[in-house]
């Protein structure tokens, strides 16, 4: 009797700890905005591979979003964050590696192949942008999943004296990173300027493992 109570227990425990606590980032904020551009055939592949427009995280980040947005409410008045992507089931990133692998684009998406691979596939990255105080879009000098060097942090300053940024649209861009950051305490990635990694590389794969679960799960509220 007692090896089955122990048995059954322990059961439960691990099917427990392997089951992703996972927020939608709708119920964080009300103010938050949505864009999600895989529900729709706006993006870079050209084809909607998301069933629906939703943004989920782990309930980990969720808390580090909120911070952010307290951060800009704090510093920035009249900023709220615009999601473009969240957690992404990894089969998509396999079907967005198949489009760019073997072209001048691949270095912008995430080998799957690899040990880490996107950490979009943990849900703990954000794709995120702003809006104004009058609810639109700023402008980034890009749009969110542009595949090119204008996206690249490390190269704004040169792009602003050859004039392809302007100063106000580098601004932006600070205001971002500055929320995310010093507020969310999110990491950058040089290639992308609207991606931000909650945990990278071995500290991630110590927290999370790589999910594939349908963005259509249900989530306790």
């Given at each position: ?47 909607k591979v998301y069933p629906l427009a939703r ?167």
């Amino acid at each position: 009797m007692f090896n089955l109570f122990f048995i059954t227990t322990f059961l439960l425990l691990t099917q427990a700890q392997a089951s992703p606590q996972l927020i939608d980032v709708a119920q964080i904020d009300q103010r938050f905005n949505f864009d999600i551009v895989y529900a729709t055939p706006n993006n870079f592949i050209k084809e909607k591979v998301y069933p629906l427009a939703r943004c989920l995280i782990r309930k980990e980040v969720a808390g580090m979003l909120q911070k952010a947005q307290t951060y800009l409410d704090a510093h920035h008045k009249g900023y709220t964050l615009l999601f473009k992507d969240c957690y992404r089931p990894e089969h998509v990133q396999f079907k967005m590696w198949e489009v760019v692998k073997n072209t001048p684009q691949q270095k912008y998406v995430a080998n799957p192949n690899t040990k880490t691979g996107s950490v979009h596939n943990y849900a703990a990255a954000v794709d995120v942008t702003l809006t104004d105080k009058t609810g639109h879009e700023v402008d980034m000098g890009t749009k969110h999943d542009h595949l090119g060097a204008l996206s690249e942090i490390r190269y704004e300053e040169k792009h602003l004296k050859e004039g392809k940024l302007t100063h106000a649209q580098i601004a932006h861009r600070k205001i971002l990173r500055d929320a995310m950051t010093k507020g969310g305490k999110f990491k950058t990635i040089r290639t992308e300027w609207w991606h931000f990694d909650a945990w990278q590389g071995q500290e991630l794969r110590r927290r999370y493992k790589k999910l594939d679960i349908p963005l259509t799960v249900k989530i306790s509220k």
